[in-house]
């Protein structure tokens, strides 16, 4: 099998949703988690859950709607205390083939004005999919409930670094080179 880029696949082909619809539900295992929090740049992942509903859209298409919901392990932006925060993801998506997406008659209509994403070799990948929204979903700035960040006193305002510059020159005699 051909390497992929994501760390977490679970393929799914087209046809093997039927037309009654098909429910994928999806936990990933600790190894997954480990490689999944290195990439998001995270302290750790202990918890990563999806759901997924996918339902036929025309012949080849697929209407992908569920839920991510994860725990990540971060460092608070102000304490610096390691704190856990709850990631909650909703998924609602257009699937077509590839070729579609360049067809002007396309057998999936574009709701809301997106495009459907692309369906390659008849297959989509869930896990590259839950992956996508859990980055998404992550707080790039984490703060311990109830954390303030406080600016120094305006007495500290003097030992800024051009302050301290200014100090330097001063003791170098001010003469320019």
């Known amino acids: 099998m051909a390497r992929t880029e994501h760390p977490w696949t679970v393929p799914i082909r087209v046809e093997d949703v039927p037309e009654t619809g098909r429910r994928v539900e999806l936990a990933a295992d600790e190894s997954i988690r480990t490689t999944l929090a290195e990439a998001a740049g995270v302290n750790g992942l202990t918890r990563l859950e999806a759901t997924f509903d996918l339902t036929r859209r025309g012949r080849s298409g697929l209407h992908?709607?569920?839920?991510?919901?994860?725990t990540v392990?971060?460092?608070?932006?102000?304490?610096l205390e390691s704190i856990l925060n709850e990631?909650?993801?909703?998924?609602?998506?257009?699937?077509?083939p590839a070729r579609a997406q360049t067809s002007p008659a396309a057998e999936l209509p574009v709701e809301a004005g997106y495009?459907?994403?692309?369906?390659?070799?008849?297959?989509?990948?869930?896990?590259?999919?839950?992956?996508e929204f859990l980055i998404l979903?992550?707080?790039?700035?984490?703060?311990?409930?109830?954390a303030v960040f406080e600016a120094p006193s305006s007495a500290d305002?003097?030992?800024?670094a051009f302050a301290a510059l200014a100090a330097l020159k001063k003791s170098d005699g001010g003469t320019e080179r």
């Open 73 to 79: 392990r971060q460092t608070c932006v102000v304490t």
């Open 137 to 146: 979903g992550i707080d790039p700035y984490p703060r311990k409930p109830g």
């Open 115 to 131: 495009p459907p994403e692309p369906i390659v070799d008849g297959r989509l990948d869930l896990g590259a999919l839950a992956t």
């Open 87 to 96: 990631v909650v993801e909703p998924v609602d998506l257009l699937f077509a």
């Open 64 to 70: 992908v709607v569920g839920e991510i919901s994860a």
């Open 157 to 160: 305002r003097d030992a800024t």
